[in-house]
Every structure is written in structure tokens, then in C-alpha cells.
């Protein structure tokens, strides 16, 4: 089974910084994709950022240049680094892993989901 471990949230004034982590655990084989999505209530959950294995990064617009997501591959880690923080950014942070469970074709491209935690911009 896998599990993804989620900290880092809270509450923080506009321009300051956060700094979530998620780690992963589990009988993995290996981690494709790892990334961060967001949601707030009435809206759809979306992409915030995502990184490969190799470590291309991909952000949302509105986020780009503000937030930095990177990955410890030893640790099974990823992280997201946000800095400059509006009010527009509060949401839920959900982290996501795709992940191969085995070399069978069933077991790749695996996806599973952290539990959430509350980012709050708030002065």
C-alpha cells in the first residue's frame, strides 16, 4: 500500500512563505511524476505544479516564478516552496505521486493522493 505524508500548511500574512512537503512510502517500484494541486470549495481542483523523474517542472500561470517544487528522490519526497503569497493562493494542497508498483504493465502509472492540508493567506 502506499501512502503519502503531507505538512507544511497553515496560516500566513500576504508575501510571506510556506514550505509543503510530502513524502511517499510504500512497497514502490519507482516514482514517475510527483506534483501539488490546490482546491477551493465551489471550484475544481487544479494543477499547481508537477516535476518528472528526470526533474522537468511544469507551474501554473498564476503561480510561476513565485513557487519552486522540487523532489528528493532518495526520500520519495517532493516539496513545493512558496513564496510571495497572495490571498488568491488560499486553498487545500493536495500532493499526487504517479508511481510504478512493478515491471508489469498493470502495475505502472499508478496514481495515489495525500490527505490535503489548509494553506491560508490571510492578514
Known amino acids: 500500500q502506499v501512502q503519502l505524508v503531507e505538512s507544511g500548511g497553515g496560516l500566513v500574512q500576504p508575501g510571506g512563505s510556506l514550505r509543503l512537503s510530502c513524502a511517499t512510502s510504500?512497497?514502490?517500484?519507482?516514482?514517475?511524476?510527483m506534483g501539488w494541486y490546490r482546491q477551493v470549495p465551489g471550484k475544481q481542483r487544479e494543477l499547481v505544479a508537477d516535476?518528472?523523474?528526470?526533474?522537468?517542472?511544469n507551474y501554473v500561470d498564476s503561480v510561476r516564478g513565485r513557487f519552486t517544487i522540487s523532489r528528493d528522490n532518495a526520500k520519495n519526497t517532493v516539496y513545493l516552496q512558496m513564496n510571495s503569497l497572495q490571498p488568491e493562493d488560499t486553498a487545500v494542497y493536495y500532493c499526487?505521486?504517479?508511481?510504478?508498483?512493478?515491471?508489469?504493465?498493470?502495475?505502472?502509472?499508478?496514481?495515489?493522493w495525500g490527505q490535503g492540508t489548509q494553506v491560508t493567506v490571510s492578514s
Open positions: 499526487y505521486v504517479n508511481v510504478n508498483l512493478g515491471i508489469r504493465v498493470i502495475d505502472t502509472g499508478r496514481e495515489y
Open positions: 516535476i518528472t523523474s528526470t526533474g522537468s517542472t
Open positions: 510504500g512497497s514502490i517500484f519507482s516514482i514517475n511524476a
